[in-house]
């Protein structure tokens, strides 16, 4: 339909709404809007006022974890935000009550929502890049043809969701599947496919459109035209200096033009165009002078690049006539989720330090318990062309700094991001009140006073006047030593949290201790472990000062030694060093020892001390990734308990987990060293043998795991005898993934406990003292 049509449509329920208002009293409530095309007629100042609506439609998707649902009936549609606990398909056919809600179009708050019955969906209607980028069918079920140029699976919310980005003619869209099948994946790179779905804007901080998502609830709605006549493997390797050989764009996208206030310039790189809350990045060529706060027009080619908005190959028209934009007062969390992107903004906090450079002056700062950058650009260098001058802040002082938001990248859904400000001139940083005077550069300038008022008073002595020297130089030795070991240290915390092996960051915490105490031997002994550090081979036992390292729970650690020059007692400076060091060594010991219990939790099971199923299903990836790469084999072995409930029926719980203990110590033994048990959990186990030549090794292997029942299980004063069965699955011949290779064993298990030529009896008990029985 002609846009002009679409407005007259518009215009003609907006009057009608008018006129319903007009009969029934504007003070009264106004009734309920009943079609979907009398509330796509609304503006936002219109459905901001909240009006009732009362109408039905057909479910064209929902999403339950996000309480996302598009309805669509009459050849319009809309999103609506359902109640909570509504469980809806594709099809059924609903009432909706509820209220409007302003957004990129007017959007259902709805208070309740009654199906009416299930019937078929909608017609998807033949969709192009340019209909859905203009928002003509924005929440249609639509129909798009394109090529893969990415399919992976991803999280959306937490939940394993499959992303497939296809090229069109005119653009790229994302198509978000609902399923997280990798399977389904398989062969859909560069292949030409055809995918139903509906459509919604992909929006930065500001709700301002920058892309197009199709939302499909099932691999069902996507359609393979044209498989690829290529593979990943297929590709030959290309030089990473020749990468842009195959490099091929089409931009057709119009030249559009757009008026507001310049916040920003920076010659030959870029301006930012404020209008009211809405601002635009414009990368230009530009270098004729403009200034900032007057308003200006600029025409040029929109992208989205890194999430945002902007206008690229921009020409830029100054009007002449000033417009200054006030900044607006903004906090941390406005901006770190990207809701003033490219605004100018105002913001207080203390300066942490200041980076001067010939290009740039960076000051970091300190807000609201969070970090930002402050960043003044310099025109770029020439002969002639000197930085202009920029007053030294002292760290420490409050400041109110103005300037442009800049964002890495936006997604509104992802958390925070990490941003800075871009400042116009010097004068956009001002001091608001300075640091305290007790401070070291106050007392380095009280030193070096000093020793200007030695040096007046040279008529005492050029001996005097060495005595002075030397001072300072010692105290400014001694400010550079405790420079050096404070950065040490914070490297040594850095390597605590990190990847680091254990032996080296108690290594350099030696190293930090010997330093602080002059050079001097220093070392460590971990309990039951390795010794550390620079220990000499012959020492005085009587120079040698030991510090015990405390464990948080109780006992100890290790031991700290350190070699001192003196045997009588030590200075408080080397005591201080030695605590740092225990206080270091504990934490590092602590650290590593609360992540490897962690990680051996997540490994492994707590009852039975075997692999649990998620570590298996690790091992048999890799088991799998190796065994393509090398042609090989392994195998598979799914074991059941038999009768394991009449043991816990009959005995009690403790005896059944007595009888699982036994049960995994007898089969661990019975494995080889690179073999691997897990528990699956109940009384279901599994074994896998990397290292097999045929079926045959992994059938002998079963037959020693089921020997394992054959003496009688001794449980406190109960006697038990047991059974379990067994079915074993051989890669790649029984299958070629994780899941189907389970499922294999898991099956030929099952056909083994009910082919089984008789059964065997319950586990009987032989108690040490006689049982009665009734």
């Known amino acids: 339909m002609p846009a002009q049509v679409h407005e007259m449509k ?140 990415l399919a992976a699976p991803t999280l959306n919310s937490g939940h394993r969701v499959s992303q497939i980005e296809l090229a069109v003619d005119g653009g790229d869209v994302s198509v978000t599947v609902d399923s997280g099948d990798q399977s389904r994946l ?26 197009v998502i199709l939302h499909a609830p099932s691999f069902d709605e996507l359609r393979i035209l044209r498989k690829s006549t290529q593979n990943r493997e297929s590709l030959p390797i290309t030089p990473m200096d020749r990468v842009l050989n195959t490099y091929n764009v089409q931009d057709r996208s119009g030249r559009v033009r757009i008026a507001g206030t310049i916040t920003y310039y920076r010659p030959a790189m870029m301006a930012v165009l404020q209008d009211g809350d809405r601002s635009i990045r414009v990368l230009t060529p530009e270098i004729e002078p403009l200034r900032v706060g007057d308003r200006a027009e600029a025409t040029g080619f929109p992208e989205v690049n890194d999430g945002f908005l902007a206008l690229k190959l921009g020409d830029i028209h100054s009007l002449g006539e000033s417009a200054p934009v006030t900044p ?6 406005d901006l770190a989720y990207g809701r003033h992107a490219f605004d100018l903004v105002s913001m207080e906090g203390k300066v942490l330090s200041q980076v001067r450079e010939r290009s740039q002056d960076v000051y970091v700062i300190s807000t609201e318990g969070h970090v930002f950058s402050a960043t003044l650009r310099h025109p770029f260098d020439s002969d002639d062309n000197k930085p202009p001058s920029v007053p030294a802040i002292q760290a420490g002082s409050t400041v109110r700094v103005s300037g442009v938001a800049i964002l890495d990248y936006v997604n509104p859904l992802s958390g925070t991001m990490t941003f800075g400000l871009l400042l116009r001139s010097p004068s956009d940083i001002a001091v608001l009140a300075n640091p305290s005077w007790m401070n ?39 400010i550079e030593i405790e420079a050096n070991l404070e950065r040490r240290r914070s490297h040594i915390l850095e390597d605590i949290n990190g990847s680091r092996p254990l032996a080296e960051i108690v290594e350099r915490i030696t190293e930090l201790v010997s330093f602080k105490l002059g050079g001097f031997p220093c070392w460590c002994r971990i309990h039951d472990g390795a010794l550390l550090g ?44 030695l605590n740092m060091g225990v206080e270091l060594v504990e934490l590092a010991v602590e650290t590593r020892r609360l992540y490897s219990d962690l990680r051996r939790r997540s490994e492994f099971d707590l009852l039975t001390d075997v692999h649990n199923r998620f570590s298996l299903e690790g ?40 009888y699982l203990q036994e049960v995994a110590l007898r089969m661990k033994r019975q494995l080889r060293a ?54 074993i699955a051989l890669y790649p011949e029984d299958g070629k993934t994780r899941d189907s290779l389970l499922g294999a064993a898991d099956a030929a298990m099952y056909v083994a406990k009910h082919t089984k030529r008789s059964f065997r009896e319950e586990p009987t008990q032989t108690a040490s003292s006689e049982l009665n029985t009734e």
């Open 10 to 149: 518009r215009l003609f329920c907006a009057m009608a709404l008018v006129v319903s208002w007009a009969v029934t009293g504007w003070a009264a409530t106004p009734p309920p809007l009943t079609t979907l095309r009398a509330i796509r007629a609304l503006t936002n100042a219109e459905a901001e006022r909240e009006l009732p609506v009362d109408f039905e439609a057909t479910v064209t998707y929902f999403r339950d974890y996000e309480a996302s649902l598009f309805v669509q009936d009459a050849g319009e549609a809309i999103y609506v935000m359902p109640p909570e606990g509504m469980s809806l398909a594709p099809g059924d056919r609903v009432r909706i009550e509820g209220v409007t809600q302003p957004s990129f179009h007017p959007v259902i708050r709805s208070s309740r929502i009654q199906i009416l019955g299930h019937g078929p969906m909608p017609p998807p209607i033949r969709s192009d890049y340019g209909s859905l980028i203009g928002g003509s069918l924005d929440c249609m079920y639509v129909s798009l043809r394109g090529t893969v140029r």
């Open 328 to 333: 607006l007062r903004i906090s941390w969390d």
């Open 186 to 211: 398989q062969g859909l790179l560069d292949a030409e496919v055809e995918v139903s779905g509906v459509v919604s804007g992909r929006f930065d901080g500001k709700m301002q459109l920058v892309g």
């Open 674 to 727: 690179g073999d691997l048990l897990a528990r699956l959990g109940g009384d279901e186990f599994a074994a896998v043998a990397p290292t097999v030549r045929s079926r045959a090794d992994v059938e002998e292997m079963a037959l020693r795991l089921e020997r394992c029942f054959d003496d009688p299980f001794q449980l406190d004063n109960v006697q038990l005898s047991g059974s379990a069965s067994m079915g």
């Open 440 to 478: 070291v550069g106050h007392l380095a300038l009280l030193v070096g006073f000093l020793v200007v008022v030695v040096i007046a008073f040279a008529t005492r002595g050029w001996a005097l006047e060495r005595k002075v020297r030397r001072h300072a130089t010692e105290l400014a030795r001694r």
């Open 534 to 577: 620079n220990c000499p081979p012959k020492y005085d036992e009587a120079r040698v000062v030991r510090r015990e390292i405390p464990a948080r729970s109780g006992g100890m650690l290790g031991t700290l030694y350190a070699w001192l020059a003196l045997p009588a007692a030590h200075t408080a400076e080397e005591a201080g060093a």
């Open 619 to 658: 091992r048999l990836d890799a088991l799998i990734d190796r065994a393509r790469e090398t042609a090989g084999i392994f195998g598979l072995i799914y074991i059941d308990l038999d009768n394991f409930k009449q043991v816990n029926d009959v005995h009690g719980h403790r005896a059944g987990d007595i």
